[in-house]
């Protein structure tokens, strides 16, 4: 080959690799508890099963944070294209002033969480936690939030039992232990590594409505510039929902090695989320969007004080990179 044709090849073949590392740059997402709370695990099977490549984006991290303006922050600090948050913080994030855009709708319940009792408690029925202590982690959390409907529920004034922080849920499962709640809100993955212990009264799934859980969420220079990498994640993200109701068994153990847990103990989790509790509704959404839910989120926060006014959800949710058969149908 003369060197002309050489040189023409070189260059065919590094605007070749350059035009591919465009199309394949690596990118990092944030993802609320990553690692520890339920609602992230397709992520990890997305990365495990390589569906964000075949989707044609390249995730090299997905970070995680102690949710709520902790992964916002990170997002639009780290200058990332998609984070995973509760709806409330992304909406308070946007009253402070942050420009921010709802791409995705993950998870629609908060059906991961149980509220239980020691085994030998008097608490057999959810009416009987009148006048009983009720643990929750902190102020203004979705666990307050929860409590407080949970007793409206009951027909029950917040003053009909006693609120007590713990701190956390591990925090909260000892505070059980030692008496000083009656009894405390125990989320998956912790449900299913302690469930033996303890004995379940409130089940999120048979006793609250869908209430919104977590969101997918942008800023508004990522959605205006990297559109393609965003829709990537999400089709990534609803090919591994798939994937875990139809293959549950190996999505668990590619859980437990993300997760770090038991494989046992992953599969429970996995077993328990993918039951089919409600109709037409699953735990892990494909990322449509339910507003009703959302609504109900934000009515529960609102009770508690962390957020304040009326939502425009037409100003904060962008359907545009969903794929067309998740779209609302106006």
Do not use: C
Not at 84 to 92: G, L, M, T
Not at 136 to 151: D, E
């Amino acid at each position: 080959m003369s060197s002309k044709w050489t040189r023409l090849a070189k260059g065919l073949a590094i605007a070749a690799a350059i035009g591919w590392t465009q199309a394949s740059a690596a990118e990092e997402i944030v993802v609320s508890n990553y690692g520890v709370n339920a609602n992230g695990m397709p992520f990890a099977v997305a990365q495990a099963k390589g569906f964000f490549k075949q989707q044609g984006v390249d995730i090299t991290g997905i970070l995680s944070s102690d949710g709520g303006g902790t992964t916002i922050r990170t997002l639009v600090n780290g200058n990332l294209v998609y984070g995973e948050a509760n709806p409330s913080a992304v909406v308070i994030a946007i009253q402070q002033g942050a420009d921010l855009k709802i791409v995705s709708d993950n998870v629609q319940t908060v059906d991961e969480f149980i509220w239980a009792v020691k085994p030998d408690s008097p608490i057999k029925t959810p009416a009987d936690i009148k006048g009983k202590k009720i643990g929750y982690t902190n102020p203004r959390s979705t666990s307050q939030a929860l409590s407080v409907l949970i007793l409206q529920k009951l027909g029950l004034k917040p003053t009909d039992a006693e609120l007590v922080k713990t701190g956390g849920f591990g925090e909260g499962i000892v505070a059980l232990d030692l008496g000083a709640v009656d009894i405390a809100p125990i989320p998956e993955p912790l449900w299913s590594l302690s469930k033996g212990k303890y004995r379940a009264v409130i089940v999120a799934s048979n006793f609250l409505p869908p209430l919104d859980n977590v969101v997918g969420v942008t800023t508004a220079k990522a959605l205006a510039t990297r559109g393609d990498t965003i829709k990537a994640i999400i089709r990534a993200r609803r090919q591994a929902v798939d994937y875990i109701y139809a293959h549950p068994d190996e999505s668990a153990e590619i859980i437990a090695k993300a997760y770090n847990m038991a494989p046992e103990i992953a599969k429970s989790v996995v077993q328990n989320l993918t039951a089919p509790n409600r109709p037409n509704l699953r735990y892990w959404g494909p990322g449509s969007f339910n507003v009703k839910a959302m609504d109900s989120m934000m009515e529960a926060q609102r009770v508690v004080g962390a957020l304040k006014g009326d939502v425009d959800w037409s100003k904060i949710i962008d359907e545009s990179q969903l794929p067309d058969d998740l779209k609302s149908k106006h």
